[in-house]
């Protein structure tokens, strides 16, 4: 998922750490024309835009490329990389949600790269692997966020609860914390993929997989996540409601927790403390209490099919800078909100934004969306988040509803 949060980096600051790969005309050590980046628009701003230019411009320094970024809405991208490769206009290098990767490779519209003396074992391995595809590497995380729980303490303090673990824990808090005005937990369940991207954790904590929405554990596990809009422990509100929608909820005392993504967590915790109201942040629970299995948000930049030769050895080089480069890794991934999954980078991170702590923990621990059914993820995710949707207002059964959901998946695939 892609999400934007400003914490505490600059433009100017990305623009010092490029500063040292970066040249006064770079335009002028261009080879013929310059590079395509494609990328998605989605929540994208003039700034972002910007510090992702000032590092290309870098690249084109020490390359002797220029780049240039070409925005498309997140859902026409694949169709934009497979019309562009058709034209023989193929993009060079392509920033996507970690989820579109097998899509795009599956297309045939990226080419491998290679990882030099970059060692494998210093990422975070979910994220790493979701460059992957079928046993090759096409490109590397550009940074990750996910999704947490976070609650109230003085609320939880007060009803001698403690953070949950389990499944059973955040029911119990649920509804020991529901009251007149108030829910005890919220979450998103607007239909769409961060509805999915939320359950999964439930999903795969319960034994499940996505590639079997019909299995007793997915049942199990989607009746679980539905059960708070049904019980009442969750509002109707749940079924509109983002990730941002939860930051006044919660400080204004109409929620006691909630799991929220962790691109809201600066918002969140400033605001809390202008209320006076102290903030836990914990992991996302799983059905017995064990470390959970996340899923995660964020970009992969990866090499297209434009890309040959000489070209391909910049993008390439360009690839390994962005995800390697320790100093500056740490500064972009902190303006974008993000963690690096290219662990000698994370400390700089958390040393500024110690509220990702609970982040990097999950991540340990985490799978990326597509690893179990590739390509054919997209059919699942919509199927899914229309079936979780049913279960919530009571429409269908936790059974016939993730029946159909299956049944829907499997006619989707390709």
């Avoid at 090759?136 to 550009?142: A, D, M, R, S, W």
């Avoid at 996910?146 to 953070?163: M, P, R, T, W």
């Avoid at 600066?266 to 202008?274: H, I, M, P, R, S």
Wanted: proline share 4%; hydrophobic share 40%.
């Amino acid at each position: 998922m892609k999400k934007t949060l400003l914490i505490g980096a600059t433009i100017a600051a990305s623009a010092t750490v490029l500063a040292s790969c970066s040249s006064d005309s770079p335009g002028e050590a261009s080879k013929g024309e310059p590079l395509t980046v494609l990328t998605y628009a989605q929540n994208a701003t003039d700034d972002q835009l910007t510090m992702y230019q000032e590092f290309f411009d870098g690249c084109t320094a020490d390359g002797g490329y220029a780049f240039k970024q070409l925005q498309v809405p997140a859902d026409q991208l694949l169709n934009k990389a497979v019309q562009l490769t058709a034209s023989g206009d193929a993009p060079d290098v392509i920033v996507a949600d970690n989820q579109m990767i097998a899509g795009l490779a599956k297309s045939e519209v990226l080419t491998p790269i290679e990882l030099g003396s970059l060692d494998p074992d210093d990422f975070v391995q979910g994220p790493f692997k979701s460059g992957q595809y079928e046993g090759e590497q096409y490109g590397l995380p550009v940074g990750n966020n996910g999704e947490v729980i976070v609650y109230n303490k003085q609320l939880l303090d007060d009803a001698g609860l403690s953070a949950p673990e389990s499944w059973a824990d955040l029911s119990h808090a649920a509804q020991v914390l529901t009251t007149d005005g108030r829910y005890g937990f919220g979450q998103t369940f607007a239909a769409g993929e961060t509805l999915s991207w939320n359950y999964w954790a439930q999903l795969w904590s319960a034994g499940g997989s996505i590639a079997e929405l019909d299995s007793s554990a997915a049942v199990e596990s989607a009746e679980f996540w539905a059960s708070f809009l049904v019980d009442g422990t969750a509002p109707q509100a749940s079924l509109q409601w983002q990730s941002d929608n939860l930051i006044n909820e919660l400080v204004e005392g109409r929620l006691a927790m909630a799991q929220v993504g962790t691109w809201t967590l600066n918002a969140l915790l400033d605001t809390a403390d202008e209320a006076g109201i102290e903030i836990g942040i914990t992991t996302q629970v799983s059905k017995d209490g064990e470390a959970p299995i996340v899923p995660f948000g964020g970009e992969v930049m990866v090499a297209g099919v434009g890309a040959t030769g000489e070209a391909l050895t910049a993008v390439n080089d360009c690839i390994i800078s962005w995800s390697s480069d320790t100093e500056g890794l740490a500064e972009r991934d902190e303006f974008l909100g993000y963690l690096p999954s290219y662990i000698p980078a994370q400390a700089a991170v958390l040393e500024s934004a110690p509220h990702l702590e609970v982040l990097a923990e999950q991540l340990k621990n985490s799978r990326g969306r597509t690893e179990e059914v590739g390509a054919n993820y997209q059919s699942r995710t919509v199927a899914l988040s229309a079936a979780l949707q049913q279960i919530a207002t009571g429409a269908e059964s936790p059974e016939d509803a993730m029946a159909a959901a299956q049944s829907s998946a499997a006619s989707g695939d390709k």
